[in-house]
């Protein structure tokens, strides 16, 4: 026997018994952003690996150390896509989507990182991504954060993310607040972790993200971004703060919030959760109004956000109770006898038009009533339609309900569909 093939670390399969949830989570995603006005857009998995290294920033975790690089036949670097932005960014300047307009557009697909699989991050994951090119006004900031908040209500916790929120201001203020950044840390640079001390001198913004409780002792007398934020950055913030303010919407203003990825400046956010044990971000996003310019597009203010689903599924099967998921098959037809293969057939199908929501499964692969009733239980079928040749030569029909016990009935043909509509017509 050969040896069998198991699927590469990190990346995994999801089976018939996980993917209801997967389809029911998404469904209420789109119908959210489709509400909102917004449309899909659909990129490739892989990019030139320099739109990656450009966009997201050279010296950042993910380029240094996560991406999944190679070289093609042609030695032209390829990398498969660890994050949406770039691409959608790509692809808007190349299509000609972006100059003097406003979009409003999202996506899914899966996403690559090489990084130590653990629960709910994994080396193949799966995103929402939204991005808004063209607008620069905090509110449609707000808004993107409003229609999050409406989201979590959708899937049913609402009350287990909270919002923290910061603003990272423009690039040169960035640029003072690093060098004084650096220059206290560089008298406490005996306590920083190696991670620390390495991104001390590449990124030492992502120093304030640190994990490490020494470290963060550390920081909490290190200058305040704030204090350094320029006065466009500043006002932003203050408008976007008062319209959640008179919203309803909760956030915690966090400081040391700055996101991992170089292309974020003004509005940053993070939707967390600490139901899952260690805090983990659910959806995080920001603004990012340099990076079409960067990528060779003209100059356009743009912000967006990014929820992965492995965590999120994950979140919602820890927190809510009686998801509305069925995924069994509605109904079970069963058949025996020389002249009831079509007969079958056709009443599956008849059903399958006039009542499209309903999940109706056709036994064919032969056997008694008693094997094929073994099989419908285990489907999971509310009802049981069976064909025999008596009823087929009547042009009849019978309906047994499987999980009830109610008494079994007996229907002509011609009113299969007046009987189960008022089961299924808002299936």
């Given at each position: 026997?050969?040896k ?92 000609g ?11 899914i ?113 290190a ?9 466009d950055s ?57 990076l ?54 056709q ?47 009547q ?17 002509p ?15």
């Amino acid at each position: 026997m050969a040896k069998t093939i198991q699927a590469i670390r990190g990346m995994n399969d999801y089976l018939p018994s996980d993917t209801p949830l997967w389809q029911w989570v998404e469904n209420k995603v789109k119908h959210r952003l489709n509400s909102y006005g917004y449309s899909e857009i659909r990129m490739p998995i892989v990019e030139s690996t320099p739109l990656f290294a450009r966009a997201i920033g050279e010296v950042t975790d993910v380029v240094e150390k996560e991406m999944f690089t190679f070289n093609d036949r042609d030695e032209e670097s390829l990398t498969l896509r660890p994050e949406g932005t770039a691409g959608c960014v790509r692809a808007g300047i190349e299509h000609g989507l972006l100059y003097n307009q406003e979009q409003r557009l999202w996506y899914i697909g899966p996403m690559f990182r090489y990084e130590r699989p653990q629960k709910g991050r994994y080396r193949q994951f799966h995103q929402f991504g939204v991005e808004v090119f063209g607008i620069a006004n905090p509110l449609i900031d707000a808004e993107l954060i409003i229609m999050t908040a409406k989201l979590w209500q959708d899937l049913g916790i609402a009350d287990h993310v909270q919002l923290q929120l910061n603003s990272i201001g423009s690039l040169e203020a960035r640029k003072n607040y690093r060098a004084a950044l650096v220059d206290y840390l560089q008298g406490h640079f005996d306590i920083l972790d190696e991670d620390s001390k390495r991104r001390l001198t590449t990124n030492p913004l992502r120093i304030l993200d640190s994990k490490d409780a020494k470290v963060q002792e550390v920081l909490n007398d290190a200058p305040k971004l704030h204090d350094y934020l320029d006065d466009d950055s500043r006002q932003h913030f203050e408008t976007l703060c008062s319209i959640l303010d008179q919203y309803g919407i909760k956030y915690e203003i966090n400081q040391k919030l700055v996101r991992g990825l170089d292309y974020y400046n003004k509005t940053v956010f993070e939707w967390v959760t600490s139901a899952l044990g260690a805090q983990g971000t659910v959806c995080g996003g920001g603004r990012y109004d340099g990076l079409v310019e960067q990528l060779g597009g003209h100059a356009t203010p743009a912000v967006g956000f990014a929820m992965g689903l492995e965590r999120l599924v994950l979140l919602i099967q820890e927190v809510v109770a009686d998801l509305p998921i069925n995924p069994n098959v509605d109904i079970y037809i069963v058949h025996q006898g020389d002249n009831t293969t079509l007969p079958a057939l056709q009443v599956a199908t008849q059903i399958r038009d006039q009542l499209p929501q309903t999940k109706v499964l056709l036994h064919c692969s032969g056997g008694n009533f008693k094997k094929q009733f073994k099989r419908a239980d285990k489907s999971g079928a509310k009802f049981a339609i069976i064909l025999g040749e008596d009823e087929v030569a009547q042009q009849q029909v019978v309906i047994k309900d499987l999980l009830s016990g109610a008494e079994q009935v007996t229907l002509p043909m011609s009113e299969i569909i007046n009987y189960l509509t008022p089961f299924y017509q808002s299936h």
